[in-house]
């Protein structure tokens, strides 16, 4: 989709976490946009066809149709997304319609999301590498839909773990927890891991952990201690250290920065 690039004018990222019950819309979809859901779910009515995404799993919605939000109706649903601008969405809507309009969630595309919230938020996100991180987004998404059947058939137990852990980050989670939720063996669940996501299972959630904390720390006013018994950590000690490792800033820093408007890094 190489030719797609000349059809992107920008590219912006953004997070967000709807209380339980939350809604949104009606709104009519100017771009092709990317909704990446970690907790809670999603249901779009899109021009009055209802479209299902559940955790762990990324949504493509394309420009044109009229769409109404409802989140999850008891917990907080937490959701990123990427927005790409295009000049010519019908144009947009010719080549990617074809694809399917919601997959499992990858690694690759949750940094990719990681890197584009970062840019933004040091104010490095300029409009020419907004074009080539949003050409990223819709070559990613078209390679996630074109995987082999064998592979995909393989990564099922990686989204069951994936998925287990955006349902139950906040409580205690061993390996052997996340690969009884998988269906396999626990050391089969980290090879699964290592080959499909570059990473151990127990790094996934302690990964995940740290980007919901983020997200808490920004958007709610819990404090520093709350977020890190809501986030599975066992003391703010803990949260701090592995926080200031994953992100480079301690909780407090990233919270005073969003608050007056710096953001998330």
């Known amino acids: 989709m190489d030719d797609f690039y000349d059809n992107i004018r920008g590219a912006s990222p953004g997070t ?12 009519v979809q100017q771009h092709v946009q990317f909704v990446l859901l970690h907790s809670g779910s999603m249901r779009v009515d899109i021009d009055g066809a209802p479209l299902e995404c559940p955790p762990g799993h990324v949504a493509l919605l394309l420009p044109g149709p009229t769409e109404t939000f409802e989140f999850h109706r008891t917990k907080p649903t937490w959701h990123r997304w990427i927005d790409v ?18 997959l499992p969630l990858t690694e690759e595309f949750n940094r990719l999301t990681d890197l584009m919230l970062s840019l933004r938020d040091k104010r490095q996100l300029t409009t020419e590498t907004g074009r080539a991180l ?11 839909a074109t995987q082999s059947p064998n592979a995909a058939a393989i990564h099922e137990s990686v989204t069951a773990a994936k998925a287990a852990v955006h349902r139950r980050y906040g409580e205690e989670l061993s390996l052997a927890d996340l690969a009884k939720e998988a269906g396999v063996s626990p050391e089969h669940l980290v090879r ?18 740290v980007l919901a904390a983020g997200d808490m720390l920004v958007h709610t006013g819990l404090s520093v201690g709350e977020i890190a018994g809501r986030c599975g950590f066992k003391t703010s000690y803990h949260f701090a250290r592995l926080f200031k490792a994953q992100v480079g800033k301690t909780p407090t820093q990233v919270r005073r920065e969003a608050w007056r408007g710096g953001g998330l890094v």
């Open 85 to 102: 601008a295009v000049e010519r969405p019908r144009e947009a809507v010719r080549r990617l319609e074809p694809l399917p309009r919601v």
């Open 134 to 144: 949003g050409l990223a987004a819709v070559e990613l998404y078209a390679a996630m």
């Open 192 to 209: 699964l891991f290592k080959r499909h996501e570059d990473t151990t299972p127990m790094r996934y959630v302690w990964h995940y952990r």
């Open 16 to 27: 967000v976490t709807y209380d339980p019950g939350g809604a949104f819309g009606p709104r």
